[in-house]
Every structure is written in C-alpha cells, then in structure tokens.
C-alpha cells in the first residue's frame, strides 16, 4: 500500500513565524502535490513538483514556497505565517505525469494565531 | 479559468434514502474522478471515468460520466451511517490528463440520520 505522511497532524503557530510542513511518501513517486482546504472551498493546489529539485506554482502559491531535495520529500514552507493561512494541508503523490488516482497524507490542520 | 463545480454543498437524509452529487466543469474533461473525506479524515480515491456516457457501480454507489464530458453524477442508493463524509469530483488541469494535476469541486458533505 502507498503511504503518505505528514509530519504533524495539528500545528499552533504564531504569526510572523517561519513553518515547514513536511511530507513523505513511500512509493517512489515522481509528482508531489500540495493542498490547503477550507470549508466551502474544496481542495486547492498550492504547489506541485514533478522531479527531485522541479516545482510548479499551483492555484494560490502566494505566501508558500516549496522545497524538493529528495525524491520522497515534498516541504512546504509559510515563510511568514498569517491567520489566513489557518487551515487543513494536504499532501498527495502519484506515480507519474499522467492522471493517476491521487494518494493524500491524512493532513496537517495548521492555526496560526 | 478553469472550474469544477458542485452541488449541492450539503445534504442531510435520513438513514435509507438515495442521495445524489452533481459535478459540472466549464471545459470538456478528459476524465473524471471521485474522492470520499470522512469526518476527520483525508480524500481516498472512489473511481475513475473516462468514456463518454460511461456508467459505473460500486455496490450502491453509481457513478455516470456525461455525453459532452462535462458533467457528472454520484448516486448513492439508501444511505447508510457509512456513507457520511464529503465527496469530491476532480478532473485534470488544463482539460488533458498530460500534467497529473486535478482540479477538485468545492465538495458535497452528506449527512445521514440513522
């Protein structure tokens, strides 16, 4: 079975501080993809990365960046929290470029205050 | 842009009632998927359609794929407590399945009085 892990499932920050999320799967996926979610909002893409060290900005990249050095290592990086980054992360894997079935992390619910 | 809409945002049966989701792109997709969230949980893969018209069946789940590849629909035949959670539809970014990216609808959460 795929495992995707998330390094933390509930994470209290403050703003202005400097948070990493990480996430890690098993399965030797090429693409790493990073969700936030919010109510009545569904899941929207934060960034992807296809490779080790490649990235793509997704939907809302703005105040994240991203950080690949391993293959099975995807980070996701608030460079200055916000509360309006309070939310629920979500990190996915699939194997390749094509439309796979997408493989979640069971989720970080980040509250900055 | 590009949009996956839902509806409706939330459904509350009574345990042994049909519940439906619709799911409406504003571009032709290539495929489509369908993800369930339960309470507290993360989005777990249902299904995949591909054809045109296509009809799929997962016990009491039915999952239809439209003529124009536009839109689609989730039918779950008398609820159970099970069934509660948050079903998402997604297609690819862009319309073509070359990216691995999906775009998600906002979700229908279902909720089920035993």
């Known amino acids: 079975d795929v495992k995707v892990t998330q390094s933390s499932r509930y994470l209290v920050k403050r703003t202005g501080e400097k948070v990493f999320l990480e996430c890690v799967q098993d399965?030797?996926?090429?693409?790493m993809f990073w969700y936030r979610q919010d109510p009545g909002l569904g899941l929207r893409l934060i960034y992807f990365?296809?490779?080790?060290?490649?990235?793509e900005k997704g939907d809302i990249p703005e105040g994240y960046s991203v950080s690949r050095e391993k293959k099975e290592r995807f980070s996701l990086i608030l460079e200055s929290a916000s509360t309006n980054q309070t939310s629920m992360y979500l990190c996915?894997?699939?194997?390749?470029?094509?439309?796979?079935?997408?493989?979640f992390g069971p989720g970080t619910r980040l509250t900055v205050t | 842009g590009q949009q996956v809409m839902q509806i409706p945002q939330y459904q509350h049966v009574q345990e042994g009632e049909d519940f439906t989701t619709y799911c409406n792109s504003s571009?032709?997709?290539?495929?489509i998927q369908w993800y369930k969230q339960r309470p507290g949980g993360h989005p777990v893969f249902l299904i995949q359609?591909?054809?045109?018209?296509e009809v799929k069946k997962q016990k009491r789940l039915t999952f239809q794929f439209g003529e124009a590849k536009k839109n689609s629909s989730l039918h779950i035949t008398a609820t159970q407590t099970t069934d509660v959670g948050t079903y998402f539809c997604?297609?690819?970014?862009?319309?073509?399945?070359?990216?691995?990216?999906?775009?998600f609808g906002q979700g229908t959460t279902l909720q089920v009085k035993p």
């Open positions: 996915a894997s699939i194997p390749g470029r094509t439309t796979y079935e997408q493989y």
């Open positions: 399965m030797d996926h090429e693409n």
């Open positions: 990365s296809y490779d080790v060290k490649m990235k």
């Open positions: 571009t032709t997709l290539s495929n």
């Open positions: 359609l591909v054809k045109s018209g």
């Open positions: 997604a297609g690819p970014a862009g319309g073509s399945s070359n990216t691995g990216k999906l775009i």
